[in-house]
């Protein structure tokens, strides 16, 4: 009997923990206060700049920083300084660049002087390769498996968007006589090049986004966007499709059709495509007269799946992101959240921040 009774009552405590444990993680995914609370004073999400590493710079010698896979970038005085995430340094190199155009993805970061003819690619921490274009880049970019595109200018054309693989070797260029070419993305397949353009010729702006195969050269499909409509961004999800951002709207563009998958409206301050295969968007909501409360809403582009995190600071000076985070800088503090909208980090400085560079792996800020 005490043994049968002994073993009702574990079984009764175990059901009570269980509910218990049931009933905090249904309140900690549903109740945004209680799971600030126990982010930040269970889980030990916040940290101050007194507890994390940093890098000195000389801010006299005009550097600039860029952050990738798990390492900095500091350009300084025609040097790129490579840091890994624990602030120790890993290699330097000399490049002939003061005033640099970077883009970054993976394990990958390509570097060039604006208008300038050169390019350096960076693998982890070591220089890759370095290539020379005839005309003047205005913008560059790589994707995750280090293939380049180029939006150069000349004398004849207003653009030329070149691309190469990651051995250096330069697969084809397109030439823009009468429109702008604003945006070039390869996919992560390296099949497909998406051009974004502007013809600002007519009595009304025309955006257009040109989808072609990397190893023909050839055109695939042409989106015309509607009037007015200005492209700012093009960014190649996972499976092959171009999510491009306008002045009013989202598209997504794939090598036969185009469709808009959101309307940008004076509710959204923010709306970032920067993350893996995630849009971001702070989403603006009235609560009483003359009041907003701010939400961050992370839409899977792949699917119907949404999640939402609560912007309990208010509506944040401005956002980065890549890879699976984005960054919230509010001015004295930066919120770090995941693509499932769970916060990762919260940090708070003592100095107002300048700005913020993110990679997939590391974040930084300037003081």
């Known amino acids: 009997m005490k043994q049968n009774h002994s073993s009702k009552v574990r079984i009764a405590v175990i059901s009570l923990i269980l509910i218990c444990l049931v009933f905090l993680i249904a309140r900690y995914i549903t109740n945004h206060e209680f799971r600030n609370f126990i982010d930040i004073n269970i889980f030990n999400k916040q940290v101050s700049s007194e507890s994390l590493k940093y890098i000195e710079i000389n801010s006299d010698d005009n550097p600039t920083a860029f952050a990738y896979d798990n390492y900095i970038g500091v350009l300084s005085k025609n040097k790129i300084y490579i840091y890994n995430n624990k602030g120790n340094l890993e290699n330097d190199m000399t490049v ?211 999640n939402l995190y609560i912007l309990n600071n208010g509506l944040p000076k401005s956002t980065v992101a890549a890879g699976k985070y984005i960054a919230l800088n509010y001015g004295s503090k930066i919120d770090i959240v995941n693509q499932n909208g769970t916060l990762k980090k919260s940090y708070i400085s003592n100095q107002q921040i300048k700005d913020v560079i993110i990679g997939s792996h590391i974040v930084r800020n300037y003081l």
């Open 96 to 306: 002939n660049i003061s005033n640099p155009v970077i883009d970054t993805n993976g394990k990958y970061a390509v570097i060039s002087e604006k208008n300038g003819s050169r390019f350096y690619v960076i693998n982890s921490t070591s220089l890759l390769l370095q290539e020379k274009i005839d005309g003047k880049i205005n913008k560059i970019s790589i994707n995750q498996k280090g293939y380049v595109s180029i939006i150069a200018s000349n004398s004849t054309y207003n653009s030329i968007v070149i691309i190469f693989d990651n051995d250096g070797n330069e697969l084809f260029k397109t030439y823009f006589r009468s429109t702008y070419a604003m945006c070039a993305e390869i996919s992560d397949s390296n099949n497909y090049l998406a051009i974004g353009e502007i013809d600002y010729s007519g009595t009304v702006i025309k955006s257009f986004v040109r989808i072609m195969d990397t190893k023909t050269a050839k055109l695939i499909y042409k989106f015309s966007a509607p009037d007015n409509e200005i492209l700012t961004n093009i960014v190649y999800d996972n499976k092959d499709i171009a999510t491009c951002t306008f002045s009013n709207s989202i598209y997504q563009v794939s090598n036969t059709s185009g469709s808009k998958i959101y309307s940008i409206t004076d509710d959204n301050p923010f709306v970032n495509i920067e993350m893996e295969n995630i849009l971001a968007i702070i989403e603006r909501q009235s609560s009483g007269l003359f009041s907003y409360e701010y939400q961050l809403k992370l839409k899977a582009l792949n699917s119907n799946n949404e």
